[in-house]
């Protein structure tokens, strides 16, 4: 599975963004996509997570009410919509699949997912 990821930018405190994660190789009709980041200095971490079949989807409680994320079958895309963004959710963004269902204990563990994309930065200014 290939991942891009898309949709990072500068945005003003209080500002929105989407980001785009569009896969391609195989189906992922059985999987998990999340969303991580990684701010500079400090360790990723999950934002969110949407299971490909069924639409359960998961998210961290900094971002719970603030972030969407939800999936277009047709363009194998996951999108993460960001509203009310703050300077602390600065970082890099990334991806990732399984190609598995991800089990809910294990949907914060990086180690669960097996396929990344390549990174977006998201900067929020004060």
């Known amino acids: 599975v290939q991942l891009q990821a898309s949709g990072g930018g500068l945005v003003q405190a209080g500002g929105s963004l989407r980001l785009s994660c569009a896969a391609s190789g195989r189906t992922l009709s059985s999987g998990t996509v999340g969303w991580f980041r990684q701010a500079p200095g400090r360790e990723r971490e999950f934002v969110s997570a949407?299971?490909?079949?069924?639409?359960?989807?998961f998210y961290t409680d900094s971002v719970r009410g603030r972030f969407t994320i939800s999936r277009d079958n047709a363009k194998m895309t996951v999108y993460l919509q960001m509203n009310s963004l703050t300077p602390e959710d600065t970082a890099v963004y990334y991806c990732a699949a399984s190609g598995l269902r991800v089990i809910t204990s294990n949907i914060k563990n990086v180690n669960a997912y097996n396929y990344w994309g390549q990174g977006t930065q998201v900067t929020v200014s004060s």
């Open positions: 949407i299971r490909w079949s069924g639409g359960n989807t």
